[in-house]
Each structure stands twice: as structure tokens, then as C-alpha cells.
Antibody
Framework: EVQLVQSGAEMKKPGESLKISCKGSGYDFSNYWIGWVRQLPGKGLEWMGIIYPDDSDTSYSPSFQGQVTISADKSINTAYLQWSSLKASDTAMFLC???????????????WGQGTLVTVSP | DIQMTQSPSSVSASVGDRVTITCRASEGISIWLAWYQQKPGKAPNLLIYAASRLQSGVPSRFSGSGSGTDFTLTISRLQPEDFATYYCQQAKSFPYTFGQGTKLDIK
């Protein structure tokens, strides 16, 4: 069974750094793109970026380029999302997602992590 | 980026009703479209991919159609567990943008 298990909820202050994780199991972690999706409170889903763990090839959505860093350690089947200096506006749920590709179907998410709630408050 | 626009933003319906949600892409995406259901506090769940292919385990009352720029998700006979928020997602090019969501609630 494919599983993505995310690290627990975080409460941080503005200006602090943070790194959250997403550990995959039940499949060949290195060879599936993993993405991070932000969901602001009461709002919709936004792609932040994606990474291919085998070679750490990474793409960022323009809105998130330079704001976060996505990385992966294939030796421990884990992807990461990190901030160097959090802002109150970073308060959101963050979901990791395993992308699947099929010819004539494109890219879609077959498996999701359970989400990590990040709260940034003075 | 490809923009995805869903309508309506919210809809109220009763158990047993038929509901249709539409999704429009800002450029042609062939059949490269997926639909997800999300319940409060939970991760989304894949319902349909390739515009009309039902994900394994999803009830047959869910169906999808469309190609190019215009797509629909139809729920034929609403069940209590279907009240949730639904998102479309273009599956053609990164970022794989989502629609803004359609909240389906009980009338």
C-alpha cells in the first residue's frame, strides 16, 4: 500500500525557520515525482513545487520560487519543504502528493499525505 | 500558467439529486484533467482522471466528461457522504493548476 506520512503540526513565530517532511512507503520512492501543495485556511489548493527524488530535479511555481526550498533524501524515502524565515501569511495546511503519469491521462495525484498544519503567530 | 475556472463556487442540493459542476481551462488541455473530492480536515481524494476515467473504488454515480477547454463532473444520485468540496486540476503542464473549488452542501 502506498503511503505518504507527513510530520506533525508546527507552531512558529515570524522570522523562524522550519523544515517539514513527507515519508513515502510501499513504492519505489526515487522514481515518482513528489509535490507540495498549499491550502490557506478556508481556501483552495495551490501547487508550490515538485521534486524527483532520484536526482533531486526540482521545479517551483512562480509564486513560490525563492520563498521555499524543496528537497529530498532518497536514502530515507523522504521529501522536505523548508522556509528560512516564516511570515504570518505562511499559516496554512501543507500537503505532499505523489504524482502519477499515464499516457493520454497526464499528471495527477494518486496519493496524498495527511497534511501538516503550520501556524505562524507572534 | 494554465488557469482553471470552476462553476458554480457553491451549490446546495438534496440527497438523491443530480449535480453537475463545470470546469474551464484557459487553453486546450485535451483530456488531461482530473477531479478530486475533499472533506473538511482531510486530504483530497482522486475521483476521475483523463477527464472521464473513474479511479478504482470510486462509486459509479460519479462521472466526468469533456475535452479541450470545457469539462463537467456529474454526481447522478447524491448520497450523504458526497457533501464536500470538489476541485478540478489540469494534468497537462506544471504547475498543475487546480480550479478554485466547488462546495457542495445540503439544501
Amino acid at each position: 500500500e502506498v503511503q505518504l506520512v507527513q510530520s506533525g503540526a508546527e507552531m512558529k513565530k515570524p522570522g523562524e525557520s522550519l523544515k517539514i517532511s513527507c515519508k513515502g512507503s510501499g513504492y519505489d520512492f526515487s522514481n515518482y515525482w513528489i509535490g507540495w501543495v498549499r491550502q490557506l485556511p478556508g481556501k483552495g489548493l495551490e501547487w508550490m513545487g515538485i521534486i524527483y527524488p532520484d536526482d533531486s530535479d526540482t521545479s517551483y511555481s512562480p509564486s513560490f520560487q525563492g520563498q521555499v526550498t524543496i528537497s529530498a533524501d532518497k536514502s530515507i524515502n523522504t521529501a522536505y519543504l523548508q522556509w528560512s524565515s516564516l511570515k504570518a501569511s505562511d499559516t496554512a495546511m501543507f500537503l505532499c502528493a505523489r504524482l502519477e503519469y499515464q499516457t493520454n491521462s497526464g499528471w495527477f495525484v494518486g496519493s496524498w499525505g495527511q497534511g501538516t498544519l503550520v501556524t505562524v503567530s507572534p | 500558467d494554465i488557469q482553471m475556472t470552476q462553476s458554480p463556487s457553491s451549490v446546495s442540493a438534496s440527497v438523491g439529486d443530480r449535480v453537475t459542476i463545470t470546469c474551464r481551462a484557459s487553453e486546450g488541455i485535451s483530456i488531461w484533467l482530473a477531479w478530486y473530492q475533499q472533506k473538511p480536515g482531510k486530504a483530497p481524494n482522486l475521483l476521475i482522471y483523463a477527464a472521464s476515467r473513474l479511479q478504482s473504488g470510486v462509486p459509479s454515480r460519479f462521472s466526468g466528461s469533456g475535452s479541450g477547454t470545457d469539462f463537467t463532473l456529474t454526481i447522478s444520485r447524491l448520497q450523504p457522504e458526497d457533501f464536500a468540496t470538489y476541485y478540478c486540476q489540469q494534468a497537462k503542464s506544471f504547475p498543475y493548476t487546480f480550479g478554485q473549488g466547488t462546495k457542495l452542501d445540503i439544501k
